[in-house]
């Protein structure tokens, strides 16, 4: 069975961090790509970013560029999303979500990094809040 845990979510002021973690079981971790996604209340659901857990590659969208970092811990099948600078539109549930069989996946072979939509992703997990005040 596939689980995807996402937890670190909380409240906290802005300009304040947290991390974000995200672990997987049930699907070859190492053949695989990470993101994180997220959505807000009224908003529909978008790609923050995301990580080849064997080659490394990452994509970032461009609000979060600078003040994002993700991570892979392959010996625990852990993913991190380690966020600075907390904004209040950065507020939303966090999900993760993973790609498998990613070296079959085109964005493998491509120098585009790997994908943030949402389309590309076979296992979601539930969410954790993230909730930055102002």
């Known amino acids: 069975e596939v689980q995807l845990q996402a937890s670190g979510g909380g409240l906290v002021q802005a300009g304040g961090s947290l991390r974000l973690s995200c672990t997987a079981s049930?699907?070859?971790?190492?053949?695989?790509?990470i993101g994180w996604f997220r959505q807000a209340p009224g908003k529909e659901r978008e790609g923050v970013s995301c990580?080849?857990?064997?080659?490394?590659?990452?994509y970032y969208r461009e609000s979060v560029k600078g003040r994002f970092t993700i991570s892979v811990d392959n010996a625990k099948n852990t993913v991190y999303l380690e966020m600075n600078n907390l904004r209040p539109e950065d507020t939303a549930v966090y999900h993760c979500?993973?790609?498998?069989?990613?070296?079959?996946?085109?964005?493998?072979?491509?120098?585009?990094?790997?994908?943030?939509?949402?389309?590309?992703?076979?296992?979601w997990g539930q969410g954790t809040l993230v909730t930055v005040s102002s």
């Open positions: 990580i080849g857990t064997t080659d490394r590659s990452t």
């Open positions: 049930g699907f070859s971790f190492d053949d695989s790509a």
């Open positions: 979500a993973a790609l498998g069989a990613y070296s079959s996946n085109p964005y493998y072979h491509s120098n585009l990094g790997c994908p943030i939509t949402e389309y590309e992703y076979d296992y």
